[in-house]
Structures are given as structure tokens and as C-alpha cells.
């Protein structure tokens, strides 16, 4: 398999180097690009994906609706429409642009842009990446006797994305 690349970028998110997937995943001072985005239904529940346990950060925790890094010289956007047809198999018609951080581990530093959408499925997951997936109401993703089920850095974001969503919802369209 051949060696995947990423561009590297500064805390501002502009391009700076490019890197190693291997070194990005060992070097938290190599700052790479990820997209994440938040599938709420119609009912305003949040669809999570459950990571699958071959993944090598995070094996079978829940996570975000859809997350991967971008190829280099990938703009965020297409970056999250890639992902949501490789991910979820749907090519939605709207994705709106929410907000950007840094998430900082022991292995890794991402600069993460998330978008939001609209969407009630169906889905056709893909099997290498997610082992399943579901919609969860606002009060379970929030509910501390959950934490162990979801990844550091769903946890970390998901008051934002729940927060984001209640003051833009009027915005999102099917």
C-alpha cells in the first residue's frame, strides 16, 4: 500500500509542509487537516458513527457522523463531501460550513473544520471504516454515564455541535 501524505499547516490552518501519515500520527507538533461533519434527521438527532475496531486510533468507540483527513491540496469542503460519499454513501445537497479548532493529543495535533447537513438516511456505511451507525437524541450525547462509549474528541466537541445546530437550525435544509 502506498504511503498516504498530508498537508501540514499552521494554527491559522494555512499550508506549511506536508508529512507522512505515519509521521502526523506520532508527532503531535505536525499540524494536518481533518473535516468533520454533523447528520442531524429531521427529529433534530444526531447520527454517530461507531469507529471500527481495526481503526488505529479509537477502535469501536462512537465518533462524530463523519471525520477524515484531507488530501493534500483538498479544500475542507470537498474534503467533507468526499468523505460523507465514502463514508455514508449520500452526496448531500447542502453542507453548511460551522466552525474550525485545533485538537491536540499525545499522538496527534488536527486542525478540524466542521460542517453540518441535514439528513435522515437512509445510509450504506462503509464497512473498512465504521462497524455501525445510529441516530442519538441530544440528552444521550450529552449524558456523562455515556462517555465511555464516544472518542476523547467527540466528547470534546459535541456540546458544540449540539449548540451550533440549536442556533442554526432553521438554516439546514434536506
Known amino acids: 500500500m502506498m504511503e498516504e501524505y498530508f498537508d501540514l499547516v499552521n494554527e491559522e490552518g ?7 501519515r505515519n509521521e502526523c500520527h506520532g ?17 433534530g438527532r ?12 479509537q477502535p469501536g468507540k462512537w465518533d ?3 471525520g477524515g483527513h484531507l488530501q493534500p491540496g483538498e479544500s475542507a469542503e470537498a ?14 445537497p447542502m453542507l453548511e460550513r460551522g466552525y474550525h479548532y485545533l485538537w491536540r493529543s499525545e499522538v496527534e495535533t488536527e486542525y478540524i473544520t466542521t460542517f453540518f447537513t441535514r439528513h435522515s438516511g437512509p445510509f450504506r456505511l462503509q464497512r473498512e471504516e465504521i462497524d455501525e451507525g445510529t441516530f442519538w437524541e441530544p440528552e444521550d450525547v450529552l ?6 462509549l464516544f472518542t476523547p474528541q467527540f466528547r470534546h466537541e459535541r456540546s458544540r455541535i449540539l449548540a451550533w445546530y ?6 439546514l435544509v434536506d
Request: hydrophobic content about 35%; proline content about 6%.
Open 46 to 57: 444526531l447520527f454517530l458513527q461507531k469507529r471500527s475496531p481495526n481503526k488505529d486510533i
Open 14 to 20: 494555512v499550508v506549511v509542509g506536508r508529512a507522512s
Open 143 to 148: 449524558q456523562p454515564r455515556n462517555d465511555h
Open 166 to 171: 440549536e442556533q442554526h437550525t432553521s438554516s
Open 64 to 66: 462524530t457522523s463523519v
Open 79 to 92: 474534503g467533507a463531501r468526499r468523505e460523507m460519499l465514502e463514508e455514508l454513501g449520500i452526496a448531500p
Open 27 to 43: 508527532n503531535p507538533a505536525l499540524i494536518h487537516q481533518a473535516v468533520h461533519v454533523a447528520v442531524f434527521d429531521n427529529r
